[in-house]
């Protein structure tokens, strides 16, 4: 298994995400980044749960209707 954490994998992905742009300027790199760990955060969330929304919300410390609205948008539900 890797050593490296979360935040290391990030790093190392903008790192190449910026090296690979080259000379282009980055635009909107922080809602990109979020929408990206949003969905492998919300299907483990989710499994935790066993599917139970509630509970899911809880865990990750958001509204229920907010959970439901992001599972619409990365078409988990």
Known sequence: MSKDTIQDVIR???E???KDLGEQQPTNVYE?????VEKPILE???ARADGNQSQAA???GINRNTL???LQQHGLI
């Open 12 to 14: 190392k992905s903008l």
């Open 16 to 18: 190449k995400y910026f």
């Open 32 to 36: 990109m980044v979020i929408f990206t």
């Open 44 to 46: 483990a969330v989710m």
């Open 58 to 60: 809880e865990m990750l």
């Open 68 to 70: 439901r609205k992001k």
